[in-house]
C-alpha cells in the first residue's frame, strides 16, 4: 500500500473528474487510474461509480473517504511532532490572488502573533484554490463568497468564519470618468469601454449578475478580459474603460486615481470567508482557527 494511492483518492472525490485529478497529483492520467485501481484491490471493494458522470463515488467509497482524510491528516500530524519545530507549527493557507496581494499582510502578523507559526501560501484563482483545499493540500482556506454564487464546499465537512464584507464597484480613471467617452449608462451608438473578468473567473458571475440585475441597463462592449484583479485596475488607471473592483484592491493606495462610477446602481457585495477542514486534527491549524475567529476587527 502506497499513502500516494490515499492523496490520489481524496483529489478525486473531490474534483469528481480523473484528468482533473492526474493534472494536479502531476501524473498521467494512464499513471493515475492505475493507481485508485491498485487503491481498490487492496482495499477489496469498488470506490468510483465509473459509470456516472461527473465521476462520482460508491457507497463504499463515501464511506473511505472519511477514513482516508483522516489518514492523510494523522500521518502529516505524526510527521511534523516527529520532526523539527517549524514543521510542527507549519500552516498551508490557499487564497485568491486578489486577497494575498492586498489581506493577508496585514492580517498575518496579528494571526502569527510573535512568529510561533510559519506559512506557506497556495496562490490562484478561486476554482484551484479550492480544489486544493478540498483535496487536503491547504490547512486553512481564504476566498470571496457570495450567497448566489456559493463556492463548491460540503459544509457538513468545514468550518466557517467570515472575515468582513467588501463591496465590489465599477471604476474608472477621473480623466475617463470626467470626459464625453464615459456617458453612463452607455447607448448602442456610444457603448462603454468595459474592462471585464475572465468568462471562468469566480468574479466574473458576480459582475454578470449586478449588470443584469440592475434596474438600469448597462450598455458597453467587453473592451478587454484578465482573470486578475491587478490587471483590470492597472487598465482602468491608464483610462482604458471601468473595471469592477473589490475594496481590498485600494488597501495599498495603488489605484488611488480611480473614482466609483454609476452611483451604486451596479454595486454588489461579497464576503471574506475562511475555512477548515473539521477532520483536520493538527495543534497549530487549530490555534490558528482561534486566532482568526477571535481577532478584532479584520477588516
Known sequence: MDTRWFQDFVTLAEVQNFTRAAEMRNVSQAAFSRRIQALEQWLGAKLIDRAA???????????FRKVATGL????????AEIGDAPSRNHVRIAST?????????????RWSEEGDITCSLEVGNVHDTVSAFNAGSADILIGFHQAAHPVQLDMARFDRHELGVEKVRPYASRALAD??????????????PLLMYSPSGYFA?????????????LVGYRAFEAEMTDVLGDLASQGMGIAWLPDSSFVSGRLADLVPVGDGTWDVEVSIVAYRSRVNARGVVGRL????CTAPGAL
Open 205 to 217: 458571475r458576480v459582475v454578470d449578475s449586478a449588470i443584469e440585475q440592475s434596474s438600469q441597463p
Open 53 to 63: 458522470f461527473p465521476t462520482r463515488l460508491t457507497p463504499a467509497g463515501e464511506r
Open 179 to 192: 470626459s464625453d467617452r464615459l456617458a453612463l449608462p452607455g447607448t448602442h451608438a456610444k457603448p462603454v
Open 72 to 79: 492523510l491528516n494523522q500521518i502529516a500530524d505524526a510527521r
Open 97 to 109: 490572488y486578489a486577497l494575498v496581494s492586498t489581506r493577508l499582510p496585514v492580517w498575518w502578523p
Open 289 to 292: 482557527w482561534e486566532r482568526i
